[in-house]
C-alpha cells in the first residue's frame, strides 16, 4: 500500500487532537519529497535525502527535523502493527544528537534588530506572530490555531484566550496583553487566515542569517524560550507559574526553556546571610 494511502486510511488511530493534523501534515510533506511509494519501499536513503531537505529548504534545526522523523516513525510502528508490513521492512532512521545544554533565547538587541528586519517585509503578520510568542510564550500551532470566537474577558476584565487540546493534550488559558492584543488584533484575531507558510520559513531564514549569523538555534520557537526566561530572570515569577503559564505537565520541561541568571545567585545568598546573622 502506498505511505498516502495508508496515511489517509489510518492517522485518527495513530494520533489525536492537534497532533492528528500536525503530524499528518509532516507524513505528507515526507511524501512530497520523495514521491509516493509503497510503504516497504521507503528506505533510509529516503530519510536521509528528507532530513537533507528539511535543513537546506526549510532551515529547521537539527531538533525539528527529529520532530518530522518521529511521525514517520510512528506512522511505520502502527503499519506494523497493524501487519501491513514486516519490522525488517521499517526504514532506519537515525535522529539527531542534540545538544540541551545552552537554552538559546533573544536579548533585548536581538529582539530590536529582529523587529528592525521584519518592518522592512511586505508580510506584515510575520512580526505579528514574533510580538504574539515573545508576549505569551505561545507555539506557533497556538498561535495559528486561533478565532476570533477563543476570546473571552474575566470577572476582572482582562483578555484571555482559550486555547483547546495543546500540545500535553490539555486546555490552556492564555492572558493577552496590550502588545499582544494589539497584534492579535491587526490579523483580525484570526492569525491563521494570515499565515503563509513559505513566507513564512523564507523570513525566518533570512533573519537567522542576516542578524544571527547563521545561528541554526536561533527560530520562531526561541520566542518560547525567552518569554520564560524573561517570567524567572526579569519578573522573578516562580517556576511553578512558569509551568502553568507554559502549560507543562512536567517541571524538567520547563527547566529546558529557561536560561536562568546566575549571576544572582550571589546577590540571593547574600540576602540568605543577612537574614540569618542576627543569630550569630
Not at 161 to 181: H, P, Q, W
Not at 198 to 212: E, G, M, Q, S, T
Not at 229 to 246: A, C, G, I, K, R
Request: some cysteine; charged content about 25%.
Amino acid at each position: 500500500m502506498l505511505v498516502q494511502d495508508f496515511l489517509n486510511e489510518h492517522a485518527p488511530d495513530i494520533w489525536r487532537g492537534k497532533h492528528l493534523a500536525e503530524s499528518q501534515s509532516k507524513v505528507l510533506l515526507f511524501v512530497s519529497v520523495i514521491g509516493d511509494k509503497n510503504l516497504e519501499d521507503v528506505g533510509a536513503p529516503d530519510i536521509i535525502k528528507f532530513d537533507k531537505w528539511l535543513q537546506s529548504e526549510k532551515g529547521l534545526c537539527k531538533n525539528t527535523c527529529n520532530h518530522y522523523k518521529a511521525a514517520i516513525s510512528a506512522l511505520y510502528k502502527y503499519a506494523v502493527e497493524y501487519e501491513a508490513i514486516n519490522d525488517d521492512q521499517v526504514p532506519r532512521m537515525k535522529f539527531h544528537k542534540v545538544k540541551s545544554g545552552r537554552v538559546r533565547f533573544f536579548t533585548p538587541s536581538e529582539i530590536k534588530q529582529c523587529y528592525d528586519f521584519f518592518a522592512g517585509s511586505k508580510h506584515t503578520w510575520i512580526k505579528h506572530f514574533f510580538t504574539v510568542g515573545l508576549n505569551t510564550g505561545m507555539r506557533l500551532g497556538e498561535i495559528q490555531s486561533i478565532t476570533p470566537d477563543m476570546f473571552y474577558l474575566n470577572d476582572q476584565g482582562d483578555l484571555f484566550v482559550g486555547l483547546k487540546d495543546t500540545k500535553n493534550g490539555d486546555d490552556r488559558e492564555v492572558a493577552i496583553n496590550e502588545a499582544a492584543k494589539l497584534a492579535l488584533d491587526a490579523m483580525d484575531r484570526n492569525p491563521g487566515y494570515h499565515f503563509r507558510h513559505r513566507p513564512f520559513y523564507n523570513a525566518w531564514i533570512d533573519v537567522r542569517r542576516v542578524v544571527f549569523r547563521g545561528d541554526k538555534l536561533a527560530c520562531f520557537h526561541v520566542t518560547r524560550h525567552t518569554y520564560a526566561s524573561t517570567l524567572v530572570n526579569t519578573l522573578e515569577v516562580n517556576h511553578l507559574t512558569v509551568m502553568d503559564l507554559m502549560g507543562h505537565k512536567d517541571p524538567k520541561t520547563t527547566k529546558k526553556y529557561v536560561h536562568e541568571d546566575t549571576s544572582k545567585s550571589a546577590s540571593i545568598n547574600s540576602k540568605m546571610g543577612a537574614l540569618y546573622a542576627s543569630a550569630l
